[in-house]
């Protein structure tokens, strides 16, 4: 006799949630006020909160919080919720999975969705070689598991990173991570033998100077200086970058560099690891940010929009490379088949239409941000692929003087005007929506910066 499965309900969502926020108390509202004095009272004091959003649900791009005041979210989870909140195909998949089974150790046992997740990951990684897949639970893990796996494969125990890297903050990560001093202060003795270059900034500019010369300049110093100075490249296991600098100011790498740093990895037997955490999964109008460079990595890392909220992580890696043996590395939760489900639901949904959407939608709103160096004086440079933009702040476009303060009250002007954005390095604006954004949310949130950046203009 068969067992009767459980009804699955799944909630009427649309996809592209068109209504627009409103704010009904004044922020934060009385519930929420609640909730952030148990929070003050009861919650590790290191997490970093920009505003008093206190969330309740969410649909599509829309927030609503405690206090039923509705929000635009254009920080998308910081890049996590890419098919926007309980997108109902990626709810009934979790539903779907749950009701059958919720874990089964990948470490320890198989499961058909675990080869089946890595299979198709393999098979959308850049290259013909064949690729594999680790599974982790979040992006720090997978760096964690970058680190262990470059080393072991290369027999080599140094590792580069660049300034203004963010790669996580469990230990091994956190030693590759040059985005904030504060995210290192007090935690003593890090991983040894990591060393940090300096990362093509084509606004400012390799220590702010010849903006132009970017690529050439770090290039210059990785091979020229640091190869020469501090550290042999012979005994270098991998470059870890990211393809755009999450943490550090939503700042593109140039293509040129990726793919002279490509060549420099060759040339010396170095794996290249693009830290593709924040900028994969299509968030830039392909599946990987270094397909607009035309390479590829030996190991890439992803976690973040890979399965709309659920956590998990991954690195897939050249075939070749991911050679080590059974007990050298393996995570419990890693490939949980609930999160492997919202995987598989997510990846139907990017490659259907919302990478195209995504690149689509990118070119719409850099359209849209074109003429703000023009339109407003403390726009220092906008920049970015796909749905992957940095707006710089600053308070003189000549000089490119730094102005973070003004990007705190961007943030905060934004918030009370209902639409949910952060800041990224000292002084940019990250827009980061999910990738079902449509044109008439997109234009709420550049309506919205557009005012409180005119507000602010002329309060200084």
């Given amino acids: 006799m068969s067992t009767p499965q459980p009804q699955v309900k799944t909630p009427q969502v649309k996809t592209s949630n068109a209504a627009l926020p409103q704010i009904n108390t004044s922020l934060p509202g009385p519930e929420a006020r609640r909730v952030l004095e148990l929070d003050r009272t009861y919650v590790s004091p290191s997490y970093t909160r920009d505003y008093p959003l206190v969330a309740k649900r969410g649909r599509g791009v829309i927030v609503e919080d405690v206090d039923g005041n509705t929000f635009m979210d254009f920080a998308a989870g910081i890049a996590v919720v890419s098919t926007g909140h309980c997108h109902p195909e990626v709810v009934r998949a979790i539903q779907e999975q749950a009701a059958t089974l919720i874990h089964m150790s990948g470490t320890d046992f198989y499961y058909p969705s675990l080869a089946e997740l890595a299979e198709r990951l393999a098979s959308i990684a850049p290259g013909k070689e064949a690729k594999r897949v680790y599974f982790g639970n979040s992006g720090a893990e997978a760096v964690e598991a970058a680190i262990k796996l470059a080393k072991y494969h290369t027999k080599r125990d140094k590792?580069?990173?660049?300034?203004?890297?963010?790669?996580?903050?469990?230990?091994?990560?956190?030693?590759?991570?040059?985005?904030?001093?504060?995210?290192?202060?007090?935690?003593?003795?890090?991983?040894?033998?990591?060393?940090?270059?300096?990362?093509?900034?084509t606004y400012r500019g390799s220590y702010a100077i010849r903006p132009e010369f970017a690529t050439a300049d770090c290039l210059s110093y990785l091979e020229n200086e640091l190869f020469r100075r501090r550290v042999d490249p012979d005994e270098v296991a991998a470059i870890f970058i990211e393809p755009i600098q999450g943490e550090g100011g939503y700042l593109p790498a140039p293509a040129d560099f990726l793919r002279g740093l490509r060549d420099i990895c060759d040339k010396y037997g170095i794996l290249l690891v693009a830290d593709e955490v924040q900028c994969g999964m299509g968030r830039t109008g392909k599946w990987w940010a270094v397909e607009h460079a035309g390479i590829e990595p030996d190991i890439i890392c992803t976690a973040k929009g890979i399965a709309s909220g659920m956590p998990l992580g991954a690195i897939i890696a050249r075939a070749s490379v991911m050679d080590w043996k059974a007990g050298a590395h393996a995570s419990t939760f890693g490939g949980n088949p609930v999160c492997i489900a919202a995987a598989n639901a997510t990846m139907d949904l990017l490659e259907s239409e919302y990478i195209a959407n995504a690149a689509r939608m990118g070119e719409f709103i850099m359209g849209r941000l074109a003429d703000w160096r023009e339109r407003h004086k403390i726009v220092g440079d906008v920049r970015g692929r796909g749905l992957m933009i940095g707006i710089e702040i600053v308070r003189d476009q000549k000089t490119k003087e730094k102005g973070p303060d003004l990007r705190n009250r961007l943030v905060q002007a934004a918030f009370e005007k209902g639409l949910l954005v952060l800041g990224s390095g000292d002084t940019t604006l990250r827009l980061m929506p999910p990738l079902i954004v449509n044109e008439e949310q997109a234009d709420f949130a550049i309506r919205t910066l557009d005012e409180c950046l005119t507000r602010i203009e002329r309060s200084i």
């Fill in 159 to 201: 590792l580069v990173a660049f300034h203004g890297a963010f790669h996580g903050r469990t230990m091994g990560a956190l030693s590759l991570t040059a985005s904030r001093a504060i995210q290192r202060k007090g935690f003593g003795t890090l991983l040894s033998g990591v060393f940090h270059t300096p990362f093509p900034d």
